[in-house]
């Protein structure tokens, strides 16, 4: 499967952005999605996780209160709606797909999206 991530960009400290992973080449349903982030110096970091119906879902600590994990089937496509936006929230956002057990893990994920930026100025 082949993922395209997309909406990052430069926001302010408390703005709003919805980020997008299209996807293609394969079923859909049949993964899991997860979004993962990485800033400059530091791992990739878990954020969320949808699993195939998108009934069921696994966000970050760090960003439960704010960020919210969507997946529409019909439209192969998964989403992050990030609220309430903060500095430390900058960071490369990558999509994500695999036949997951532990879905904060990178090693459960199958394909990897190029990435899109999100900057967060205060």
């Known amino acids: 499967v082949q993922l395209q991530a997309s909406g990052g960009g430069l926001v302010q400290a408390g703005d709003s952005l919805r980020l997008s992973c299209a996807a293609s080449?394969?079923?859909?349903?049949?993964?899991?999605m997860g979004w993962f982030r990485q800033a400059p110096g530091k791992e990739r970091e878990f954020v969320a996780a949808?699993?195939?119906?998108?009934?069921?879902?696994v966000v970050a600590d760090s960003v439960k209160a704010r960020f919210t994990i969507s997946r529409d089937n019909a439209k192969n496509t998964m989403y992050l709606q990030m609220n309430s936006l903060k500095p430390e929230d900058t960071a490369v956002y990558y999509c994500?797909?695999?036949?997951?057990?532990?879905?904060?893990?990178?090693?459960?994920?199958?394909?990897w999206g190029q990435g899109t930026q999100v900057t967060v100025s205060s």
């Open positions: 080449g394969d079923t859909f349903t049949d993964y899991t």
């Open positions: 949808i699993f195939r119906s998108g009934r069921s879902t």
């Open positions: 994500a797909a695999g036949g997951v057990w532990v879905p904060a893990l990178t090693s459960s994920y199958d394909y």
